[in-house]
Each structure stands twice: as structure tokens, then as C-alpha cells.
């Protein structure tokens, strides 16, 4: 849902009824993640995917319904061997959607009001819908700030809530978008509730450091997927806003120094294009031992082997230095600016989703790839969207 916060946010202050279907958990080979959203008003109008076309048309009845009727309900699709073109996944996956009626009347409408107007504003923040349970708690809303604070309740025992602030807090501190399980009494035993959590964090970070010519492709592309596009450089001549106008921000400082005082998290990927030692060493020396989703460094075969042991002689560790993504990008055959930007994001998208890098056509391997299946640093489906996350 909170994918579709922009819109949404618009239509509540509007003043239109609407119902939305938010995906709860897939299982399989599935186009969306946890947190895809569609929603429908009263005139009919939709906003939003939740399987990339597969079942949008009962889907889209289905909010239809819930909008006459004001009943929350939760809907299971897959595929059908006997019919592969009846209303279901064709691909093979499986998904769980949650459509809950936003009306005037709905309870918990303020709440989800409160909820899509922060997150439409970039704030951070997670929902928590009951999405499995007694038919009386279906839907119900729980918003959740970064400070423990809350607004709503879902309507079940008092200790209901305060369990499910603190695990829907610890999602939220985390990125996360998905499900968890606790008892109807808030305690982890008796009868189970499942709680779609759903998270909204500002954009994770691309750091670009060297504004040279291939900077500026890594930017645009950076943005497109959805990241807060920082290009650093201790030349001015260089790092502009002519060169670079598409950058969110642009900082004229050493590298290193500046990567030692800014904030970086577990989605910020960083992208070394200098290749010029006396930036790259001390850059890469810290930012190999940040806890950051992904550092790369471009360079010749040569450069690579020669940067390694300038690594190796200020202290940096064989696992340090295996974290790096050296000479950076997947092997395309690029050679232009886009073309090497575009080998760079892939290799981003692969480190982050735990993809191989090789060819669909032929392979055996899911298309789709939970990267907590593949040991890598992020496990968070997506709630900003966009591998706009690397978290």
C-alpha cells in the first residue's frame, strides 16, 4: 500500500472512498512483493499492480466488492494445472492479497490517512494490518513511528498492541516489508495472528565518488532505480551541477573524508570511479569496513591488482578486501558511458537479490531470488520500491 502513497495520499485528501489489495506473501515464482499495492475508488479508478497483470481484473472486483460491502477479506491466487489461463498466476507463483475497504465510515481510515500522508512525505514509518485472524481484526490498522510511538490499535487484547509495536518497530528499524506471527493475546503462543507489516524509509544512498564521464550515465541510472544519488569529488572544476544535474547532492571534498563524517546504513551502495590511488586507497580502506550493502571500484585488471596490494599494505583484511567489487560492474561488453552503467546496476541488483549474473535463457536457477536464500547482506522485500533498496 504504501507504494502507492503519493496517489493514495491524494485521493484521502479528496475525500474518496476506495478499497486497496495489498500483496501479503508470495510463494513461488510471483511478479510483485509484500507491500505491491492496487487500489480502486468509488468511480471506479485504479492506481496500482499487484501481480504485473496477472489477476488484476478479480482483483480489481474484489476491491470493487469491498468498497459496496465494507468487508475486509483476504484472497489467495495461484496456478492452475488444468486451466493456465483461468483467473490465477500463469508464471507458477502463488500470492496472499489483503483488501481492505478505506471508506468514510471505515475505523481505521484516519490511521491509514495519518499513515499514507507521512509516507508520501518521505518519512519513516511502518503499518501493521492484521491479515490472518478473527474476522473482527481483519484489516485492522496499527501506524508505527521510528520512536516507538503509535496511532490506532488492533482491536484485540491490550497487550495485542504493545507486541506488535515493538516487533512492527524492529521491521521497521530493519527496512523490512512483510509477515509475522504472534498470539491473539500479543504473547507468541495460543491463537496466531499474522500481521502484514509494511515499512516506508527514506531512499537508500548510491555514493558516487569521481565525477568523471561515466559518473554522470551511473546517475541517471541510479536514479531510475531509485536511490538518493550523491556524486563527491575533490576537484570543483569537475563535480558541478552542469555535469552532474540530475544528482541530489553534490559535494566537493576529499573522498574519504567525506565518506568518514556522512551516514550510510545497510542499503548504501557505493560506487568508486576514480581509479586514481590517492583517492581510492583511503576511500576504500573505510568504506570496506562500513556495514554497507555494496562497494565497488572501477579500474583496469591492473589497477585492480595494484589497489589490492595498496589495501593489503595499510592493513586491510583478505575479508575486507573480498567485499570489494573490483573491477566494478557484470560482463557485458560495455564500452559506452550508459552501457558500463548499466553493467554497474546489474551487478548491484545481482549482489542485492543474490542473483548469478548469467543468462535466463537455458538456466535452471529462479527468476525470482529472496536474498536471504543466498546468505547476502539484504533480506528486505521492498517497501520504498525499487531495488531501490540494496538493504
Not at 68 to 93: H, I, K, N, P
Request: proline fraction near 5%.
Amino acid at each position: 500500500m504504501l507504494d502507492i502513497a503519493d496517489e493514495l495520499d491524494r485521493w484521502v485528501e479528496q475525500g474518496r472512498d476506495f478499497a486497496v489489495a495489498t500483496v501479503v506473501a508470495v510463494s513461488g515464482s510471483a511478479p510483485r512483493q509484500p507491500g505491491a499495492a492496487l487500489a480502486v475508488d468509488s468511480h471506479g479508478t485504479a492506481i496500482g499492480s499487484v501481480s504485473g497483470g496477472c489477476v488484476e481484473g478479480a482483483v480489481y472486483e474484489l476491491c470493487a466488492q469491498a468498497l459496496q460491502d465494507g468487508e475486509t477479506v483476504l484472497e489467495r491466487f495461484g496456478y492452475s494445472d488444468e486451466d493456465a489461463f483461468a483467473v490465477g498466476l500463469t508464471c507458477g507463483g502463488v500470492i496472499d492479497i489483503l483488501v481492505t475497504p478505506v471508506r468514510a465510515d471505515a475505523p481505521g481510515r484516519k490511521v491509514l490517512a495519518a499513515a499514507l500522508s507521512a509516507a508520501a512525505r518521505g518519512k519513516a514509518l511502518a503499518v501493521a494490518r492484521v491479515a490472518e485472524g478473527p474476522a473482527e481484526l481483519l484489516g485492522r490498522p496499527l501506524l508505527v513511528l521510528p520512536d516507538g510511538s503509535y496511532e490506532g490499535g488492533l482491536g484485540g487484547h491490550p497487550e495485542l498492541d504493545r507486541t506488535a509495536v515493538g516487533e512492527t518497530r524492529a521491521m521497521l528499524d530493519a527496512g523490512r516489508t512483510g509477515t509475522l506471527v504472534i498470539g491473539e493475546s500479543g504473547s507468541h503462543c495460543g491463537r496466531a495472528l499474522t500481521l502484514l507489516v509494511e515499512s516506508s524509509v527514506p531512499p537508500p544512498r548510491m555514493i558516487v565518488f569521481g565525477a568523471v564521464d561515466f559518473a554522470a550515465a551511473l546517475v541517471r541510472t541510479g536514479k531510475f532505480l531509485g536511490y538518493h544519488v550523491t556524486v563527491c569529488d575533490a576537484r570543483p572544476v569537475f563535480a558541478t551541477r552542469v555535469r552532474f544535474p540530475e544528482a541530489d547532492e553534490i559535494v566537493v571534498d576529499w573522498p574519504h573524508r567525506y565518506l568518514e563524517h556522512t551516514g550510510t546504513d545497510g542499503r548504501t551502495v557505493l560506487c568508486v570511479l576514480t581509479h586514481d590511488a590517492k583517492f581510492d586507497v583511503p576511500l576504500l580502506e573505510l568504506a570496506l569496513r562500513l556495514p554497507v550493502a555494496f562497494v565497488g571500484a572501477m579500474g583496469s585488471r591492473r589497477t585492480h591488482e595494484d589497489r589490492n596490494r595498496r589495501l593489503r599494505e595499510t592493513g586491510v583484511t583478505e575479508l575486507e578486501l573480498a567485499r570489494l567489487h573490483s573491477p566494478i560492474g557484470l560482463d557485458l561488453g560495455a564500452r559506452t558511458p550508459e552501457e558500463t552503467a548499466l553493467s554497474i546496476a546489474a551487478e548491484i541488483v545481482a549482489a542485492r537479490r543474490g542473483g548469478t549474473g548469467v543468462p535466463l535463457t537455458g538456466a535452471h536457477t529462479p527468476i525470482h531470488h529472496d536474498a536471504a536464500e543466498h546468505g547476502t547482506a539484504e533480506a528486505r522485500p521492498n517497501a520504498a520500491g525499487s531495488l531501490g533498496s540494496v538493504a
